[in-house]
């Protein structure tokens, strides 16, 4: 472990993915869910890059840059897993399209 700096990484990642929630209005944006333990990110439109390829201090760069461009919305747990299902079923509608 390189001197605890997983562990610091995490929690800049924590901490600024709670930001992003806060700033984002820190409620579901379907259900109105507002506890913070079930809050997510999610990317409107889909994520365009791997997110195990990018370091750390990348990830954190793209997200608020995303938040800032209005590609993330919060979700709930629930909801989010909701729109990934909804998302996997319109794929092959939209390939005929």
Do not use: F, Y
């Not at 995490?10 to 930001?19: E, G, K, P, S, T």
């Amino acid at each position: 472990m390189n001197n605890g700096q997983p562990h610091r990484n995490v929690r800049l990642a924590v901490r600024l993915r709670a930001q992003i929630v806060q700033e984002l209005g820190g409620v579901c944006v379907r259900c109105g869910q507002d506890d913070p333990e079930e809050l997510q990110l999610d990317h409107i439109r889909g994520r365009d890059w791997v997110l195990n390829r990018v370091s750390s201090d990348q990830r954190a760069r793209r997200l608020r840059q995303e938040a800032t461009e209005g590609k993330l919305q919060v979700l709930c747990a629930a909801c989010n897993k909701a729109k990934q299902k909804e998302d996997r079923e319109r794929l092959p509608e939209e390939a005929e399209a």
